[in-house]
């Protein structure tokens, strides 16, 4: 398994600022995924972030709205940009072991409302 | 592509009821199937999973049998607790869909003392 945290837990932000999530893992993970859970909904993979190279968005997901890092194998943020009260959502962050079995470990998310 | 179909919410039952949640899929290769459980405030943790055609994945007294020939992996669970109040989401990962993790929309369970 693997131990996840995130940073902050929740925010409550304003219009047209910007928030950056943080995702700590306690090992060494070769991908690490972001999703955000919009209220009442399931989860929707915003990026896949590898070390090393840049992040691999997926459709409806853009660089400059979302910029990711992936500095190193335990570490990895997430930026919600000019932020709107529709970006109000829980986000994860995840990983998984690269097994043809793929378990995916979540961070207990963060809770982000903006106003 | 591949997809993950599961039963609208919420369900509510009475402790100690049986609880099924239905799941089926859509996939192109042979996909490893998961259930995910959220507690409230929680973020998702894996209830139990199945990699191949028969397989059944248990945990916590919960089931669910991988069946190819109906594209189906629902969740069982013959008592269920208040504790067991939650949203579940039914999942599947294939090398096809490049490891990906793709979510059925999730239902959440009451459960009534």
Known sequence: SAVISQKPSRDICQRGTSLTIQCQVDSQV?????????PGQSLTLIATANQGSE???ESGFVIDKFP?????????TLTVSNMSPEDSSIYLCSVDRGTAADTQYFGPGTRLTVL | GNSVTQMEGPVTLSEEAF?????TYTATGYPSLFWYVQYPGEGL?????????????SNKGFEATYRKETTSFHLEKGSVQVSDSAVYFCALS??????KTIFGAGTRLFVKA
């Open chain 1, 55 to 57: 992040a691999t968005y």
């Open chain 1, 30 to 38: 070769t991908m690490m995924f972001w999703y955000r859970q919009q």
């Open chain 2, 45 to 57: 943790q894996l209830l139990l999973k199945a990699t191949k055609a028969d397989d059944k994945g």
């Open chain 2, 94 to 99: 294939d090398q096809t869909g490049g490891f």
């Open chain 2, 19 to 23: 609880l099924t949640i239905n799941c």
């Open chain 1, 68 to 76: 990711i890092s992936r500095p190193n194998l335990t570490f990895s």
